[in-house]
């Protein structure tokens, strides 16, 4: 009888339902996938692959496997994913540039630092590493939990015993879902060293501060080496919260040339900086002119990175070229810190420092009492077995009777020997060929060696400080013990950023006269010679000359728009004179319907009347205008309808306004704040229109103007004087309507 569609489907919220569901899968993400775990500093996939390796005796002293055989093992027994995830998660795992302490062996090709990929994992071979064995030592001693697979054919292990510090020595990265990790390398000296000074204070004192940590672990230590350039409180402050970020710099050295010439060679980069698209990187900034200082560049790395880097000219200092190659390529990075990880309870948690540390010494405290617990275990058994061997070594001839004469003869020398099930089983399994070896001093001295054992086993489960003592000994015998391996030395330098002068940043230029030429729809050039000298020049077919402004090749533009900001740029940078020149808009990010108001060379030591069109305004300081970026700087702020009107220099003790109903005001210069950005105040009151002009002047010079052929003057300038924010008066006869003024 089938179903009726009631009977099977029920109603439900699909809010409800999407959420359920999507927490769900973040939850699955975040756990089984891309936070490492706090204990062993892995993720599920590292963890399985690491486990599979051992469960196929790939150690350290044996052969290598292909890769294709762990990864198949992996996915069939621990990892219901792709191959090539696993594939990926193993050849990282190998990378000597990726990881400060690889945890696998590779032979074969596993990528390289210029971005190539691994070769297929048919071709590439793998083993454990002693990094790796140590995270594994103990695992078949009941050290840690383990759970069934994903089909419950196999167990594999929660966590690792981890007699390693390997979150922090090998760092971890990772996206989840709605959060991330991304944790760098450490040095395992500094890390052992913090936490056997954590395990040497008293039970009694006071926690561990970061402060004091960070005396020991002085920052991240990368496998790629490079210049750690951050200022100590940042790290502090970093390490104390979990969150933060390290600035690294490359590794760079001068060699000297003859006749007194130089290069420049980085021999490091910066960590997970790809060598291939840097060289890329730095080739498009040397095309685009944007490397001034910069004559020519070459790579010349094998095994080891050497980028050559030439000098435009001999007077270059090395600091400076090096200063702009930072500011402009990855030669220098920020190296994020987020320490977001699972606790022991699988939960995600941003750590501090002294956090990360003080759970590994919880686990590795764990796993050394269930460690000691399960030896205490074994070795009760075997006491056990030798008392009984004792007790039957003075009769074995009775005993061989009593198996030779009973079909059943385990309760029968039980009752002879007053034994238990344990020993008379173990008496009945010893072969006849070892009855030999029974011999009572060996015996007693194996119990007497068990029983000591067996004490100090007790004594370590009794007393936390034994248990502190006996942890600090295993970390400064595992560090002794993998210090014989190559590398474990810092690479990445702690150093202090130099100080260069912006000056100095850029490439010597000449200097020259120039005319700076910007037609009526926003083409702009530099024309080398004079503005008297440059001749006869060409437009688009429509378009005309608008400002012709005379510079140096040294000197620097101020481009001002109606949309009130104003740009910066450099005249040796600016489009040759030879064509029609290019769109200020692919110079600098003008902004739609924006138009050049002024364009003038800058002057560090001077003023500027700005004007709005509803006639506010405000003087400022040259210098505290101009932005040396595309997007430049908002120096005015416009209510809608209102754009920048005007831009002049001060000069004078007065400011003219002149309005479209031909009402001239003059108020005194003092009246005019002085602002760095803004509106600014009322010049003058309009009934309508607006303003068409505004200038600085001296009143005693009064003004001046051409009336057709003929020069006017107005000397008594006190009718139009008046406070700012008047209406002014009806300017005299024949006075410009622009504005436009002799001398201006």
């Given at each position: 009888?089938?179903s009726?569609?009631?009977?099977t ?16 899968y973040?939850?699955?993400?975040i756990?089984?996938?891309s936070?490492?775990d706090?204990?062993?500093g892995?993720k ?7 486990y599979?390796m051992?469960?196929?005796r790939l150690?350290?002293?044996?052969g290598?496997k292909?890769?294709a055989?762990v990864?198949?093992d992996?996915?069939g ?5 792709g191959?090539?995830a ?8 190998a ?10 062996d590779?032979?074969g090709?596993?990528g ?8 297929a994992?048919r ?8 990094v790796a064995?140590?995270?594994l030592a103990g ?10 697979t ?14 390693f ?6 760092g ?9 990790t ?5 040095n ?6 913090a936490l056997v000074f954590?395990?040497?204070r008293p039970?009694d ?6 402060e004091?940590?960070v005396?020991?672990?002085r920052?991240?230590?990368l496998?790629?080496?490079g210049i750690?350039?951050e200022p ?8 104390a919260s ?8 490359a ?5 000297k ?8 060679v980085?021999t ?8 291939g ?5 730095l080739?498009?900034?040397?095309a ?20 050559v ?18 500011r ?8 994020p810190l987020?320490m977001n ?5 699988g939960v995600p948690?941003?750590?501090?420092l ?5 759970a ?5 405290m ?6 000691s617990?399960?030896?205490l275990?074994?070795i ?11 007790i039957?070594f003075?009769?074995i ?12 003869p ?13 020993q008379a089983?173990a ?5 006849l060929r070892?009855?030999r ?10 119990r007497?060696r068990?029983?000591r054992?067996?004490?100090g ?7 936390e400080?034994e248990?502190r003592?006996?942890?600090c000994?295993q970390?400064l015998?595992?560090?002794g013990?993998?210090?014989k391996e ?9 150093g ?9 940043l850029e ?9 700076v ?6 083409w ?5 010679g004079?503005?008297e000298?440059?001749g006869?020049l060409k437009?688009k077919?429509?378009?005309?000359e608008r400002?012709?402004?005379p ?9 001002f ?13 600016l489009?040759g004179?030879r064509g029609?020149?290019?769109p200020l808009?692919?110079?600098v990010?003008?902004a739609?319907?924006?138009e ?5 060379v800058?002057?560090?030591a ?6 709005t069109?509803?006639g ?5 300081e ?9 997007a430049?700087k908002?120096?005015?702020n416009?209510t ?6 005007v ?8 400011v003219?306004v002149l309005?479209?109903n ?6 005194k210069?003092?009246e ?13 009151r309009y009934r ?8 600085t002047?001296?009143?005693?010079a009064?003004?001046?103007?051409m ?6 003057q107005?000397?008594d300038?006190?009718k139009?004087?008046?406070?700012r924010g008047g ?5 005299p006869?024949?006075?410009?309507k622009?504005?436009?003024?002799l001398?201006?």
């Amino acid at each position: 009888m089938t179903s009726t569609p009631d009977e099977t489907i029920l109603p439900v919220d699909i809010n409800a339902a999407l959420g359920e569901r999507y927490l769900a899968y973040a939850l699955s993400t975040i756990t089984a996938r891309s936070l490492p775990d706090v204990r062993d500093g892995l993720k599920p996939v590292q963890r399985r692959l690491l486990y599979a390796m051992q469960q196929l005796r790939l150690d350290p002293a044996g052969g290598f496997k292909k890769c294709a055989r762990v990864v198949g093992d992996v996915i069939g027994k621990f990892h219901p994913h792709g191959d090539v995830a696993v594939y990926d998660a193993l050849v990282r795992l190998a990378q000597e540039f990726a990881q400060r302490y690889p945890l696998v062996d590779g032979q074969g090709n596993f990528g390289n630092i210029d971005g190539d990929n691994a070769a297929a994992m048919r071709y590439t071979e793998s083993r454990l590493t002693p990094v790796a064995m140590a995270l594994l030592a103990g695992i078949d001693e009941d050290t840690v939990d383990f759970r069934d697979t994903y089909d419950g054919s196999e167990r594999e292990p929660v966590v690792l015993p981890a007699a390693f510090p390997n979150l922090l020595a090998n760092g971890a990265s990772g996206i989840a879902v709605g959060m991330a990790t991304s944790i760098p390398p450490h040095n395992a000296g500094e890390l052992i060293a913090a936490l056997v000074f954590m395990l040497g204070r008293p039970l009694d004192a006071a926690p561990v501060g970061t402060e004091d940590l960070v005396g020991f672990v002085r920052g991240p230590d990368l496998p790629t080496g490079g210049i750690l350039v951050e200022p100590a409180e940042a790290i502090l402050e970093a390490y104390a919260s979990g969150r933060g970020s390290f600035r690294l710099r490359a590794r760079w050295e001068v060699e000297k040339l003859a006749h007194g010439q130089y290069q420049v060679v980085v021999t490091e980069i910066p960590y997970q900086v790809q060598k291939g698209r840097l060289i890329e990187r730095l080739a498009e900034l040397h095309a685009a002119r944007k490397l001034g200082l910069l004559a020519d560049f070459h790579d010349e790395s094998s095994d080891t990175i050497r980028i050559v880097f030439q000098p435009r000219a001999r007077n270059v200092p090395p600091e400076a070229l090096m200063e702009l190659l930072f500011r402009h390529s990855e030669l220098e990075t920020r190296l994020p810190l987020n320490m977001n990880v699972l606790d022991a309870q699988g939960v995600p948690r941003v750590m501090g420092l002294r956090q990360v540390l003080e759970a590994y010494v919880a686990h590795r405290m764990e796993v050394l009492v269930r460690r000691s617990r399960h030896r205490l275990g074994r070795i009760d058994e075997r006491l056990e077995i030798l008392d009984g061997y004792l007790i039957v070594f003075l009769d074995i001839d009775r005993v061989i009777a009593i198996i030779r004469e009973n079909d059943e003869p385990k309760p029968v020398l039980i009752e002879a020997f007053s034994l238990t099930e344990n020993q008379a089983e173990a008496i009945l399994n010893l072969r006849l060929r070892n009855l030999r070896r029974l011999e009572e001093m060996e015996l007693k001295r194996e119990r007497d060696r068990l029983a000591r054992e067996r004490k100090g086993l007790m004594a370590l489960l009794g007393s936390e400080a034994e248990r502190r003592k006996t942890l600090c000994e295993q970390l400064l015998a595992s560090a002794g013990q993998l210090a014989k391996e190559p590398g474990w030395a810092r690479r990445t330098e702690l150093g202090d950023a130099p100080v260069v002068a912006a000056e100095l940043l850029e490439a010597p230029v000449e200097r020259v006269p120039m005319t700076v030429v910007c037609s009526q729809k926003g083409w702009i050039r530099a024309v080398r010679g004079r503005s008297e000298d440059v001749g006869e020049l060409k437009y688009k077919e429509g378009d005309g000359e608008r400002i012709v402004l005379p510079a140096l090749s040294t000197d620097r533009l101020d481009v001002f728009t109606s949309d009130g900001r104003c740009y910066q740029l450099a005249v040796d940078k600016l489009p040759g004179g030879r064509g029609l020149g290019e769109p200020l808009g692919l110079l600098v990010e003008l902004a739609k319907g924006a138009e050049i108001v002024a364009l003038r060379v800058h002057d560090p030591a001077g003023r500027l009347l700005l004007a709005t069109g509803r006639g506010f305004g405000f003087m400022a300081e040259e210098k505290g205008l101009a932005a040396q970026t595309r997007a430049g700087k908002q120096v005015v702020n416009l209510t809608e309808g209102d754009s920048l009107k005007v831009v002049a220099p001060v000069a004078g003790d007065h400011v003219a306004v002149l309005g479209r109903n031909a009402r001239l005001l003059l108020f005194k210069l003092s009246e005019l704040p002085v602002m760095a950005r803004g509106r600014g105040v009322t010049l003058m009151r309009y009934r309508e229109g607006g303003l068409v002009a505004a200038w600085t002047l001296s009143l005693e010079a009064g003004l001046s103007w051409m009336q057709g052929q003929r020069q006017r003057q107005e000397k008594d300038l006190s009718k139009w004087t008046g406070p700012r924010g008047g209406s002014g008066r009806m300017v005299p006869h024949g006075f410009p309507k622009d504005g436009k003024l002799l001398g201006a």
